[in-house]
C-alpha cells in the first residue's frame, strides 16, 4: 500500500522549531520530487518547500526562506522539513505530496500524485 505518513507537528511557541517528517511506504522515494504545503483556515493551500529527486535541489517559498530547510534521507524513506523561527502565520496543517513529473512542473505545484495525511502545526503564545 502506497503511503505518505507526516509527524512531528504540535503547538510551539513563537520562535520555536519543530521538524515535520515524511515517511513513505509501499514505494521507493528516491525516484520522486517531494513538495510540503500548507493550508491554513480559510485559506488556499500553498507550497512551502520542494526537493527533487535525490535531494539535488530545493526551493522554498519567500515566507519560509531562511527559517526553513527540507531535506530528504532515501536509506530511511523519509524527507524532513526543520522549521525554524516559527511566527503565528505559519499555523496551519502542514502536508507532503509526491511528484513523479519533471522539476519545474514539481516547483509549481503539478502532479503530487500522492498526498499525506497531514501535520498541524500550531504557533501560539
Known amino acids: 500500500q502506497l503511503q505518505l505518513v507526516e509527524s512531528g507537528g504540535g503547538l510551539v511557541q513563537p520562535g520555536g522549531s519543530l521538524r515535520l517528517s515524511c515517511a513513505a511506504s509501499?514505494?521507493?522515494?528516491?525516484?520522486?520530487?517531494i513538495g510540503w504545503f500548507r493550508q491554513a483556515p480559510g485559506k488556499e493551500r500553498e507550497g512551502v518547500s520542494y526537493?527533487?529527486?535525490?535531494?539535488?535541489?530545493?526551493n522554498y517559498a519567500d515566507s519560509v526562506k531562511g527559517r526553513f530547510t527540507i531535506s530528504r534521507d532515501n536509506a530511511k524513506n523519509t524527507v524532513y522539513l526543520q522549521m525554524n523561527s516559527l511566527k503565528p502565520e505559519d499555523t496551519a496543517v502542514y502536508y507532503c505530496?509526491?511528484?513523479?513529473?519533471?522539476?519545474?512542473?514539481?516547483?509549481?505545484?503539478?502532479?503530487?500524485?500522492?498526498w499525506g495525511q497531514g501535520t498541524q502545526v500550531t504557533v501560539s503564545s
Open positions: 505530496a509526491r511528484s513523479g513529473s519533471s522539476w519545474s512542473r514539481a516547483l509549481g505545484g503539478y502532479d503530487y500524485n500522492y
Open positions: 509501499g514505494f521507493t522515494l528516491d525516484y520522486y520530487h
Open positions: 526537493i527533487s529527486r535525490y535531494g539535488g535541489s530545493t
